[in-house]
């Protein structure tokens, strides 16, 4: 596996390709070098269905990018494969920035947890459709993907 590096972000997939310099043109548009948080992207081939997954652990984002659907064993698109890495770096800046911290799992009552804070704000267990993390960013995924793509261009 290569790893292509670029100020905190790295990059790590079995060939050198687009998609790092897409990640990279990502990682400069959202200025994220500026909260001096490493990043590190890993492109695999699936993941139980997810398109893509951003965490923070030990004070890093991880990234993962599947490249193939599980569910039809065919490689996802040029277009979802710039829309789903373009919404994962916007949860990576969330993180990065604070705004959003994971907290992971906790007790709740006879439970455990989910929890997230965003903004301040407890969130357990919270379904993705109602988490404002997810709504922020896929109200912006492809706003990025097309402003990021056009700077490539040129
Ligand atoms: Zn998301």
Redesign the pocket.
Known sequence: MKTKVHGLLAINEYYTSYWADYCIAIYEHLNLESYNVGIDVYFIDESHGLR???DFIDSEVMIEIAMIDTYTGLGYDFHDLSKTIA??F??AAQYASGRLYHEGMIQQGDCIASSWLWEGKRFVNTP?QE?P??TE??NTDQLLMNNVLYTMRM
């Open positions: 893509g997954s951003t919404h994962e916007i949860h993705y988490r993390w997810e960013a896929s």
